[in-house]
C-alpha cells in the first residue's frame, strides 16, 4: 500500500505543476492591468510603472510564474491586489466551508446512492426502472436550480430550516448541521443517482457470475454473499464514480454558495472574479487542484484496499 501511495503522489506533482502553470498564463492574458486597479483611475503613468516593477510585473510570464511558484511550494500564495491580504489566510478562513460541503455531500451521494443501487440490483423490476428515471433526472436538474426549489419549499413555506447563511461547526454544531441540510442535499441528489445507476449495474453484473452460483449451492447466506463478495468485486468501478462524484461537486459548491450566501471559496472565487482580482483566483485554482489530487489519491487507496492487485500494478 505505501508502494502505491508514494506512486500515486510522484504522478501528482506533475499535474499540479500543469493546473498551476495553466492558470497562470490564462490569469496573465485576461485585459486589465493589476498596478492600475491598485492605485485606481486617478494614478499617473509613472506611479503605475514604478507598481509594476516593484511588483515584477514588468518580468516576462516564466519569470513570474517561478518567482510565485517559489514563494507557493513554501504556502505563499502572495497578497490581493484589492484588499492587499495574505491569499493563503483569507482562502483558509474560507475553507471550512466548502470542505464541509464537498465531503458532506460526497457522503450523503454515496449512502443514498448504494442504497438505491443495491436495492434496485437485488429486486430487478420496477426498481431498475426508477433508478434509470432518477439518474436521468440527477443529470439533468441543476444542483443550483434544486437548491432555489428546496429553499423555497423547506425555508419559506415551511419554516424548517434557515434560508442561507452558514453557522461553524465550532460555534453551533446543531446550527452547523441546520445550516448545512439544504446545501448538501442539493448537491447530493444529481451525484447519488449516477452512483446508484452505477452501483446497480455492476453489481447486477457481479451477482450474475458464476461464483455467486457456487456460493449460493453451498449455502452461504445472502447478506454475506452480497456484501462480503458482489459488492466488493463490484467496488472499483463505484468507487470509480464517487471520486468523479466528488471531483462535479466542486463546481457545484460555487453556486451552491452563492444561492444560499455562504463564505466558501467559491464565494471568494466570484467576488475575486468580479473585481479582476487576479492573484486571489489563481490562489484559489491551487486550493481546487490540491482537492482534486488529494480526492484522485484517496480513491485510489480505496482500490488498493478493495483489489489486492492494484498494490503490485
Not at 475553507?95 to 450523503?108: D, H, K, M, N, P
Not at 452480497?226 to 459488492?231: I, Y
Not at 462524484?245 to 468580479?274: C, D, K, N, R, W
Amino acid at each position: 500500500m505505501l508502494k502505491l501511495l508514494g506512486n500515486r503522489l510522484l504522478w501528482s506533482l506533475p499535474v499540479v505543476f500543469v493546473a498551476t502553470a495553466l492558470s497562470f498564463v490564462l490569469t496573465s492574458v485576461v485585459p486589465g492591468d493589476a498596478a492600475q486597479m491598485m492605485l485606481g483611475p486617478q494614478a499617473t503613468s509613472d506611479q503605475i510603472v514604478a507598481l509594476r516593477e516593484s511588483l515584477g510585473l514588468d518580468k516576462p510570464m516564466f519569470e513570474q510564474y517561478g518567482s510565485w511558484l517559489a514563494y507557493a511550494v513554501r504556502g505563499d500564495l502572495g497578497t490581493s491586489t484589492l484588499s492587499g491580504e495574505g491569499i493563503t489566510s483569507q482562502l483558509n478562513e474560507h475553507l471550512e466551508v466548502t470542505f464541509s460541503l464537498l465531503i458532506l455531500g460526497t457522503l450523503a451521494s454515496a449512502v443514498l446512492g448504494l442504497a438505491l443501487g443495491i436495492t434496485s440490483a437485488v429486486r430487478g423490476g420496477a426498481t431498475r426502472s426508477i433508478v434509470d428515471v432518477l439518474s436521468v433526472g440527477g443529470m439533468a436538474i441543476p444542483n443550483f436550480w434544486l437548491a432555489v426549489v428546496l429553499t423555497s419549499f423547506f425555508s419559506v413555506t415551511l419554516r424548517l430550516l434557515p434560508v442561507a447563511g452558514y453557522v461553524s461547526f465550532a460555534d453551533s454544531p446543531g446550527q452547523w448541521a441546520q445550516s448545512l441540510v439544504l446545501p448538501v442535499t442539493s448537491l447530493a441528489i444529481g451525484g447519488a443517482t449516477i452512483i446508484a445507476k452505477q452501483t446497480r449495474d455492476s453489481l447486477g453484473q457481479v451477482l450474475s457470475q458464476d461464483f455467486i452460483k457456487t456460493l449460493r449451492a453451498n449455502g452461504l447466506a445472502h447478506r454475506s454473499i452480497l456484501f462480503r463478495h458482489a459488492l466488493r468485486n463490484a467496488g472499483v468501478p463505484i468507487m470509480s464514480v464517487i471520486g468523479v462524484v466528488f471531483v462535479g461537486l466542486i463546481g457545484g459548491t460555487i453556486f451552491v454558495e452563492q444561492v444560499f450566501a455562504m463564505p466558501g471559496l467559491g464565494s471568494i472565487v466570484q467576488q475575486a472574479t468580479a473585481s479582476r482580482d487576479l492573484p486571489v483566483i489563481q490562489g484559489a485554482v491551487v486550493y481546487f487542484t490540491l482537492l482534486v489530487v488529494a480526492a484522485n489519491l484517496l480513491v485510489d487507496l480505496c482500490y488498493g484496499a478493495i483489489d489486492p492487485r492494484v498494490r503490485v500494478r
